[in-house]
């Protein structure tokens, strides 16, 4: 288990102090990737063998808001594979207490060809730990959603989203979805559960075309973008009052 300290800054966090989802993604990653680090699995050595790690599916529950300026400890450990995937938890305590939880399902990827490769191309053991903090990762987040779809605009693919792998990177995904939601009050409401799924890459130059739909208990929003008629991600938001 790899744990860290996670201390907000101003650009990660909304008008009313809560914690951006993107940002809270980001940190996520990056502590997984730290772990990864520690390991001697590092990105640049795994891009030496031709592959890297595409993350598909996302589920982050918040107890409660992360607010600033308080200072958690973000703990992350990985999960022994199934199938095809790859799982990683991950925990946001604050003196102790646990404010978060999250599981996300990751895929190995040749990065020349971009086909997926098994888990026994792996070079090495993953020191995976037999511990799931029990977070549901939803397969079909359209399926587990109740509410009229309707198109929400175009987005285009900017340099400044893109990361080392060369699309669009998992946090941004977020703030699209989030940058949808103007039907909830930003002073007094927070992001308390986020779901994701990344069915198909993004790249520069391309225009997701995006479709959201608010549930009729006003409580979640549902995203989706596709592109060139190939959905690109899903992604439900769950919103609670501060």
């Given at each position: 288990m790899f744990t860290t300290p996670l201390k907000l800054t101003s650009y990660d966090i909304h008008p009313n102090d809560s914690a951006k989802m993107s940002s809270l993604l980001k940190y996520m990653q990056e502590a997984g990737r730290d772990n990864l680090d520690q390991l001697g699995f590092t990105y640049h050595a795994l891009r030496d063998i031709g592959m890297f790690f595409a993350l598909t599916r996302l589920t982050l529950e918040m107890k409660k808001p992360f607010l600033y300026p308080a200072v958690a400890q973000l703990s992350t450990w990985p999960r022994p594979s199934e199938g095809l995937?790859?799982?990683?938890?991950?925990?946001?305590?604050?003196?102790?207490?646990?404010?978060?939880?999250?599981?996300?399902?990751?895929?190995?990827?040749?990065?020349?060809?971009?086909?997926?490769?098994?888990?026994?191309?792996?070079?090495k053991d993953l020191c995976?730990?037999?511990?799931?903090?029990?977070?549901?990762?939803?397969?079909?987040?359209?399926?587990?959603?109740?509410?009229?779809?309707n198109p929400a605009g175009l987005r285009a693919v900017r340099l400044s989203d893109l990361d080392q792998n060369g699309h669009l990177n998992n946090a941004i995904y977020a703030d699209i979805a989030t940058d949808l939601c103007d039907a909830f009050d930003y002073h007094s409401?927070?992001?308390n559960k986020i779901q994701i799924s990344f069915i198909n890459e993004a790249y520069l130059g391309d225009c997701i075309d995006l479709e959201m739909g608010v549930d009729e208990k006003k409580s979640q929003v549902f995203v989706c973008g596709s592109r060139n008629d190939a959905v690109c991600f899903e992604c439900l938001l769950g919103f609670e009052k501060l």
């Open positions: 995937y790859f799982y990683r938890d991950f925990e946001l305590d604050i003196e102790s207490e646990s404010i978060a939880s999250a599981s996300t399902q990751w895929v190995l990827m040749d990065f020349n060809s971009r086909k997926l490769l098994r888990p026994k191309a792996f070079p995976t730990v037999d511990k799931s903090n029990n977070v549901e990762i939803t397969k079909s987040l359209r399926s587990v959603f109740n509410g009229v779809i409401f927070y992001v």
